[in-house]
């Protein structure tokens, strides 16, 4: 969560902005200072808060800038307590580290200079609550501004926190998201491209030979692939379909899904879903994928409407990948009908088509199933840099006698 007020001038609220700032550093609950009676920390005229001892101090120091026309600006950024747990903010040093990552950002969205920027803040680690405050202002402001941030900002400012805090776990469901993606892709693009290129010089003898060897190939013999998942009926109406739909399918022209009539399109999709019908393993990456899409979009909003409607988008965009798969396939079809001897093989050619789309579905989905370990593989390295990174960030700033805020 994040909130923002802007405090003019003028307001009647001006004259308080150093009450809030001693209220912020010394109310119950805010992590003080080692040795300190309070536990702000920033920059204030020129010296870190945590190395001043006198809140009084730096408190009127605020207010002189209030009332010399300064506007200031009053954050909180909150997590729930299990989040804040499982991400480490339930200790003071994770929000520091936080706020002077991403306070130069935030002075750049509403339009403060990062160099000209002064601001105190604290932390308070209530139950169930864990969040921080910020108090921040322009020391110099030259230039007149309006008391006012557009909630567009604010809201930009909250989705680049939520990038900032759940960026492990965010880069997790990201990888998981791709690699599904891809692969839901590779499968159902190999599917119908490969076997167009393959079966036409295949015999009936030489296809049962070719199914043989894929069920001994150690790449195509995992375990979760079962050669009888595919009924011989399921096989004849996905070889059916297939000639049913391409025979819908313009002859001429570019062959993009964008620009398919409206049922055109509507065949095609279905198509797709009676495929990922037949087999579970190509039907859970396409289920990962869309699962992903909504899980990200529960950072950005807890509306659930927001949440269908990215699920809604992923299978969308998926459809349309997949079916220009299938009009790639279809356009390569249709070459095989410029073939001097198609006429005398063709129902050789449609026999085979089927057998050889069937046969590119076991053999592409066989690898699936290496999938969801290639995917917790890879998310867990990218986890790993992430932590090294922070830390090696927490690092370079632990000794440093004060804040580079343009870079």
């Known amino acids: 969560m994040f909130k923002l007020r802007v405090v003019g001038p003028r307001s009647r609220d001006a004259p308080y902005n150093g009450s809030h700032m001693e209220y912020i550093g010394q109310r119950a609950g805010a992590e003080r200072n080692a040795g300190m009676n309070h536990g702000l920390f920033g920059e204030v005229n020129g010296q870190k808060c945590e190395k001043t001892e006198s809140i009084k101090d730096m408190s009127a120091y605020a207010n002189r800038m209030t009332k010399s026309g300064a506007i200031m600006y009053k954050a909180i950024i909150s997590l729930t307590e ?33 160099s000209a920027l002064e601001y ?13 405050h910020i108090l921040f202002w322009d020391k110099e402001q030259k230039v007149k501004k309006q008391p006012y941030v557009h909630w567009k900002i604010a809201n930009d400012i909250r989705i680049d926190l939520t990038k900032y805090v759940f960026a492990d776990e965010m880069d997790v469901i990201k990888t998981a998201k791709n690699m599904a993606r891809n692969a839901t892709y590779k499968e159902l693009s190999d599917f119908f491209t490969d076997f167009i290129d393959n079966f036409a010089n295949m015999t009936a003898k030489e296809y049962g030979e070719a199914v043989e060897r894929l069920k001994l190939n150690e790449d195509f013999s995992h375990g979760k692939l079962i050669y009888n998942r595919f009924k011989a009926a399921d096989m004849r109406e996905i070889a059916q379909d297939f000639l049913k739909l391409r025979n819908n399918i313009p002859r001429d022209g570019r062959l993009d899904f964008k620009f398919m009539l409206p049922k055109t399109k509507s065949e095609i999709i279905d198509f797709i879903k009676m495929i990922l019908s037949k087999n579970e393993d190509c039907r859970r990456e396409y289920t990962n994928y869309a699962n992903a899409a909504e899980e990200l979009s529960e950072f950005y909003s807890d509306k659930p409407e927001r949440h269908a409607e990215a699920r809604k988008n992923a299978e969308d965009d998926m459809m349309k990948r997949l079916g220009n798969v299938v009009l790639k396939a279809v356009k390569n079809f249709n070459k095989l009908e410029q073939e001097k001897d198609y006429q005398h093989k063709q129902d050789i050619y449609k026999r085979q088509t089927a057998e050889n789309l069937i046969t590119e579905i076991f053999s592409v989905l066989s690898r699936v199933c290496q999938t969801e370990d290639n995917k917790l593989s890879y998310a ?3 986890s790993e840099l992430s932590k090294q990174a922070k830390k090696e960030r927490a690092i370079m700033y632990e000794n440093t006698s004060g804040y580079d805020w343009e870079s």
Request: glycine share 6%; aromatic share 4%; net charge positive.
């Open 82 to 114: 299990a989040d804040g747990i499982r991400l480490g903010y339930d200790k003071s040093q994770k929000w520091r580290e936080l706020i002077q990552a991403k306070i130069p950002d935030i002075c750049r969205k509403i339009g403060l200079s990062p």
């Open 120 to 132: 105190a803040a604290a932390v308070h680690l209530e139950q169930n609550h864990p969040h921080c």
């Open 380 to 382: 867990s390295h990218i």
